[in-house]
């Protein structure tokens, strides 16, 4: 049929412009393809269930982790049942069609999230989710937006960072994954445990030990570019009030204890994810907040 938005039986969300197509999985909002110039942009582990009679995260694509950043912190009892990133990707969203739009020019595609019963179990806080999911001529733009209700009695504290699973091109591996500028920031090294190290390279490359890299960097440009050695493509990734950026493959060591991982799966991508990660963000009753990432090619 000619519905711009195309519903899968597999709880997925689809849309093209001109020869670019976008797949978003209700579960989690997380959008599992991004297809542009003919080639699949993102990577999604062939063990991930992306229906949302399954319980957990979708390994790949672009998860949004919500209200918190890997662990949730261990000092206050607000987080005390939240998993590791939070529920928002683990949630099952709302495809909000009639705020959805679709034209020669773009396609913006509308997913919200609000406390249901299984939330309320883990988190006590009102809050409404919106994430748009915007694909244009030579890119896509996903925006997060997160608000407090007018009438809620507490402030609302969160992290958030959309997790992108950039699929590498054919015939490259992450070694020869380049990552700039991250010239002279501050980050937090997950592997050693190191915190707030100085990064001393121009361009950083994920050729660690054992190839593992996991590294927060703080107040990073909010233009960056994946691209790799002896190759002529790139990525760019405009981020917009996501200070923070993440940088993560687990290499081929790690990668085989990741259960729904199928093998050597972690030599096809890289993550590099925007993010808010420390201080967290307060939002006072009735006020809202929105941040996001452009991808691009050249
Ligand atoms: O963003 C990097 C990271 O926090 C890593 O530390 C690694 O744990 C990864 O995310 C994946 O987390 P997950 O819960 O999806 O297995």
């Known amino acids: 049929d000619d519905l711009p938005f195309q519903r899968s039986a597999d709880d997925t969300v689809s849309f093209t412009l001109g020869a670019s197509s976008v797949t978003v999985a209700l579960k989690g909002a997380t959008v599992i393809s991004y297809i542009h110039d003919a080639q699949e942009r993102l990577f999604v582990s062939s063990k991930a269930d992306v229906s949302t009679r399954d319980p957990n995260a979708i390994r790949g694509g672009v998860p949004v982790c919500w209200p918190v950043f890997g662990p949730p912190p261990t000092d206050n009892s607000l987080y005390a049942k939240l998993k590791q990133h939070g529920f928002a990707r683990t949630s099952v969203w709302t495809f909000d069609q009639d705020r959805s739009t679709e034209s020669n020019q773009e396609v913006k595609a509308v997913f919200t999230l609000q406390p249901n019963d299984a939330i309320r179990s883990v988190w006590t806080l009102p809050f409404a989710l919106t994430y748009t999911v915007h694909l244009l001529p030579y890119s896509l733009r996903l925006s997060l937006q997160v608000e407090n209700p007018a009438d809620a009695v507490a402030s609302l504290p969160f992290q958030a960072l959309l997790h992108a699973y950039f699929r590498l091109p054919e015939g490259v591996l992450p070694p020869q994954v380049l990552v ?15 915190q707030k190290v100085n990064e001393g390279r121009k361009v950083v490359d994920v050729d660690g030990p054992k190839g593992e890299v996991d590294r927060v960097y703080f107040r990073a440009p909010d233009e960056l570019t994946i691209a790799y050695k002896g190759r002529t493509e790139m990525v760019k990734v405009k981020k917009t009030n996501l200070p923070d950026a993440v940088l993560w493959n687990p290499g081929p060591e790690k990668g085989k204890t990741i259960k729904d991982m199928h093998e050597n799966g972690v030599d096809s991508y890289i993550c590099l994810e925007p993010g808010l990660t420390e201080p967290f963000q307060y939002l006072e009753a009735g006020q809202s907040w929105e941040g996001g990432m452009e991808i691009s090619f050249a």
């Open 180 to 194: 700039s500028p991250l010239h002279n920031l501050a980050y937090n090294d997950k592997v050693t445990g190191e």
